[in-house]
């Protein structure tokens, strides 16, 4: 017996039968996207003078790098790596395939590949599957920004803890939860597993596998927060070389 089935999806763009206000989340991620690249590629291009005040490093341009005759942006050389974890990330797929390309802008929703959809399994969407390797590189940045973190608690050769180490430490805890909650980490400790009890090694993984999930159910919050923290670290470095704002120190011996 032949059967006739049909796509939930309309074809037609925007077209859906849902009634809730759907636009709101896609919209608000455009508008996100949009501030955070606008930002970057100002800070990246045109204002990348003022990187460091002190023992801060902006996270924008760590590590710092310095070649002789180089006479353009370091962050030119370094933020092509964290853009690229981030724009083959799963939850960030999602978001900017709804909210960028609108295809589909939600679920239910008409989008403008109509039914033409074929997934991610071929070019260039099957390019997104290089997602695992970035994240080797990108936890290699992450001990980096830890590092620097932990040299803004040293000035002048004495300890001091300011609103910059504050917020350095923050950046870097809110980037650790975003990027040790990755689904690509979570498979890497654990997903590979058929037996968590058969061995003590085994068993050993599966609390780490249990500690990256309880992150991962959580990795769209730490997604957009830890995008927040490290522009704000990059801007509070910026003001603070720039001689606009004064470092408030919070505890020096």
Not at 160 to 181: A, D, K, M
Request: proline content about 5%; aromatic content about 16%; some cysteine.
């Amino acid at each position: 017996m032949n059967q006739t089935t049909t796509s939930p999806v309309p074809a037609k763009l925007g077209a859906t039968s849902r009634s809730n206000a759907w636009l709101i989340e896609p919209a608000v991620i455009f508008c996100g996207f949009a501030l955070f690249v606008c930002y970057v590629t100002w800070r990246a291009l045109y204002d990348w003078q003022y990187i460091e005040w002190g023992p801060y490093l902006s996270p924008f341009f760590s590590p710092k790098l310095i070649f002789p005759g180089w006479q353009w942006s370091p962050a030119i050389l370094l933020l092509w790596e964290p853009a690229a974890f981030r724009a083959t990330c799963y939850y960030f797929r999602k978001a900017y395939y709804r909210a960028l390309f609108l295809d589909p802008p939600a679920c239910a929703v008409g989008h403008l590949g109509g039914h033409k959809y074929t997934g991610e399994n071929r070019f260039p969407l099957i390019l997104q599957n290089v997602h695992r390797y970035f994240l080797y590189l990108a936890l290699t940045v992450l001990a980096l920004l830890w590092v620097d973190a932990f040299v803004a608690c040293s000035y002048r050769g004495h300890i001091r803890i300011g609103v910059g180490t504050v917020v350095l430490t923050v950046n870097c805890l809110l980037l650790s939860f975003y990027t040790c909650g990755c689904h690509a980490l979570r498979h890497l400790v654990g997903g590979r597993l058929k037996c968590f009890s058969c061995s003590t090694a085994a068993h050993g993984q599966f609390k780490i596998w249990q500690c990256v999930t309880r992150l991962n159910e959580r990795h769209a919050l730490w997604a957009w927060t830890s995008l927040g923290t490290v522009a704000f670290a990059d801007f509070y470095v910026r003001m603070l070389a720039a001689g606009v704002w004064t470092d408030i120190s919070l505890l020096q011996l």
